[in-house]
């Protein structure tokens, strides 16, 4: 099953850009890659995906490497609410199959004022 | 009000007792998961569900047993508790027609068994 790399802690300062790193060296054609973060004491919460192309949304962008081996979760200024532990997630799109859903321990995202 | 509720929020427990966490969802999704969550070995799968006559195994499923009773509510059971199930317990959803299959997670059980 294809795995996420991603390092163990990130900080930034509050108003600041932050790019978040996922390394997935194995992914398969049919993966989609995603992003989801977890905020003390709440589930995990979806924030983005993406298949090959760069992705927009209200709360972040994907970038997404040309080969899709690497993508980065890009927070365009940090605040303090986006403290945070951030999965990068590989999902395959067509069998659905929920055993290759592997959060790992994902990045945990400091934020200072 | 929340698309997944989990119920209880909090339980503490004796060991050998059994024990359920119950999960339901209003989002009219099809599969339903269930996951611990550990200190520093972030989420692991423990059932699944892709609909009401669909039970499947996950990474850790020894110990624990479910129950889908409709397409909207999905039991996690313990039979016999012990102290190394202690931990957060995530009910999910997601949506097979749904573009990347996004997974929508409750707010969490914590158990503890004592």
């Known amino acids: 099953d294809a795995k996420t790399t991603q390092p163990n802690s990130m900080e930034s300062n509050e108003e600041e850009p932050v790019h978040l790193p996922c390394n997935h060296s194995t992914i398969s054609g049919t993966d989609y890659i995603h992003w989801y973060r977890q905020l003390p004491s709440q589930g995990p919460e979806y924030v983005i995906h993406g298949l090959t192309s760069n992705v927009n949304n209200r709360m972040a962008s994907l970038a997404i490497a040309e080969d899709r081996k690497s993508s980065t979760l890009i927070l365009h200024r940090a605040t303090l609410r986006d403290a945070a532990v951030y999965y990068c997630i590989l999902r395959d799109f067509y069998t659905g199959t929920a055993s290759k859903l592997t959060f790992g321990t994902g990045t945990r995202l400091q934020v200072t004022l | 009000d929340a698309d997944v509720t989990q119920t209880p929020r909090n339980r503490i427990t004796k060991t050998g007792k059994r024990i359920m966490l119950e999960c339901s969802q209003t989002k009219g999704h099809d599969r339903m998961y269930w996951y611990r969550q550990d200190p520093g070995l972030g989420l692991r799968l423990i059932y699944y569900?892709?609909?009401?006559?669909?039970?499947n195994k996950g990474e850790i499923s020894d110990g624990y047993s479910v129950s889908r009773q409709a397409q909207a509510k999905f039991s996690l059971s313990l039979e016999s508790a012990i102290p190394n199930q202690t931990a957060l317990y995530f009910c999910?959803?997601?949506?097979?027609?749904?573009?990347?299959?996004?997974?929508?997670f409750g707010e969490g059980s914590w158990l503890t068994v004592v």
């Open positions: 999910a959803t997601s949506d097979r027609t749904e573009d990347g299959n996004t997974i929508y």
């Open positions: 569900s892709f609909d009401v006559k669909d039970i």
